[in-house]
């Protein structure tokens, strides 16, 4: 095995944390991603005991944890992914308190990658504000989690300040902060920034977390393999290539009404494509 495959705890909403996260390992997944929300690990309520019987949970399954923080109405319940890094106002400092939270969550569970995004460039903000604030956040977060053994890792998000690959390369060359990259591969389809299999290869020594997805040339929308234009063979081929040994977790936040019959069919599309 190279890739350790996971799955995404948005993409079993309507199933318990540790009931999914069993089922995963029953299916042979080897690693998950959890999304702190309202129906796992609620930020708001969840005790560091809590937290930490889930870490001791998945440890005792054979299971790696990536720590997610995409949850789309964490903060703000009438908006969404807002506030974020950029915003203008105190807003800021409060997705960066969530973020440094979830920081220490990462010991707490014994995930070694905290990934997340710029957000959207907010109303008033110019675009060098916009990647001053985003810099000193990094270099805020990254501290905090080198403490930890922890890294952080920033994923491009289609309509982000930060929204391909090349666009972090650029972040990074002006501000080396201490963050790495998550790679959604559908998210290069979507943007337009190229075939996955070449982003990848261009940045892999810089990727710590891929997120899996299928998605339409132009269109955000992950989709179950097969569903979209993604080549996975080509994929695979080049995760293998590269002898990537990084967590890899599908994202199907938008079938977790079919989990139960979706995650066995996409471990063993996984196997038959040569991802694991």
Known sequence: ?????????NGFSSHGLKEGISMLADYGYSAVAITPDVGHLDPRYSTPGDVRAIGTFCRDLGMDVVLESGARFALDPRRKHRPNLLEVDEGRDIRLKYLRHLVEWCDLLGAKVLSFWSGVVP???????????LAEACENLGNLATRYGAKIALEPEPDHFIDTAESWKKFCGKFSPPVALALDVGH????????PEKVLTKYATDVVSLQL??????????LAPGE????????????????????????????????DTLAPEVAAFSRKVGLI
């Open 123 to 133: 109303q008033g903000q110019t675009t060098e504000g916009a990647a001053g604030r």
């Open 213 to 222: 997805d299928d998605m339409v040339r132009g269109d955000h929308c992950h």
């Open 188 to 195: 290069c389809l979507a943007t337009g920034e190229g075939e």
């Open 228 to 259: 979209g234009d993604l080549d996975w063979p080509a994929l695979s081929a080049t995760t293998q290539s590269l002898n990537l040994t990084i967590p890899a977790c599908w994202e199907l936040s938008r079938d977790s009404h079919r989990f």
């Open 1 to 9: 095995m190279v890739l350790k495959l996971g799955y995404n705890s």
